[in-house]
């Protein structure tokens, strides 16, 4: 069965103080990993895909890695507007096989 | 920049009521999805649907749940008799993978069901 475990499940953290989200998987084949960011209320809101090992993408102050165990989401001098909880996802091969999602990490960030 | 919405954005029903969750995906997409979030919660697969059928479902997914796609931009939910634990953020999302490399499915804001 495939799962994800994101850790940890809240963060707090100063304004610009760097630190970094661990999402673990473990699925049968991995067509794509992908971050969302929801904000109270509000639906998932799409961040980035990776697709293979060592796969790293950028925007603003975010930045997603992949390993083939595991994905990182690293926030440099984040601000306040940067809270949010953030949810890992992974996808099968196959189609449009359905998103299995993390738990998310609820982070805070104090001005 | 198109997106996926929901309506209505908050439903109050009463146990044993039929509700219908209505969404208009992102016009060019070809997948279609619905999940849901109970409170607290991951966000949870219930169904699939492509080509006019369901492609896959889960097991929350049972007979009181069904979808349509009533005509060429609505995608529906339809709650036979909603029960206690239907309660839950319910997200609609579609993808269109045939495009291109990226994958990934865009969510609409959500329907919060409360049954009573």
């Known amino acids: 069965e495939d799962q994800v475990t994101q850790s940890p499940e809240a963060l707090r953290l100063q304004e610009g103080e760097s630190s970094s989200l661990n999402c673990s998987y473990t699925v049968s084949g991995l067509r794509g990993l992908f971050w969302y960011r929801q904000d109270p209320g509000k639906g998932p809101e799409f961040l980035f895909t990776l697709y293979s090992a060592g796969e790293e993408k950028e925007k603003e102050r975010l930045k997603a890695t992949l390993t083939k165990k595991e994905s990182f989401l690293h926030i440099t001098a984040p601000k306040p507007e940067d809270s949010a909880t953030y949810l890992c996802?992974?996808?099968?091969?196959?189609?449009?096989?359905?998103?299995?999602f993390g738990k998310g990490t609820r982070l805070s960030v104090i001005a | 920049e198109p997106e996926v919405t929901q309506t209505p954005s908050h439903q109050v029903t009463q146990m044993g009521q039929e509700v219908i969750l209505r969404c208009v995906p992102i016009s060019n997409h070809l997948y279609f999805y619905w999940y849901r979030q109970i409170l607290g919660q991951k966000v949870e697969f219930l169904v699939s649907?492509?080509?006019?059928?369901?492609?896959?479902k889960s097991e929350i997914f049972d007979d009181q749940f069904s979808v349509e796609r009533p005509d060429g931009s609505n995608f529906t939910l339809k709650i036979r008799s909603t029960k206690l634990e239907d309660s839950a953020m319910y997200f609609c999302a579609s993808s269109d993978p045939e495009q291109g490399i990226d994958t990934e499915a865009f969510f609409g804001q959500g329907t919060r069901l409360t049954v009573v």
């Open positions: 996802a992974v996808q099968a091969p196959s189609g449009n096989t359905p998103l299995v």
């Open positions: 649907f492509y080509n006019n059928e369901i492609s896959e």
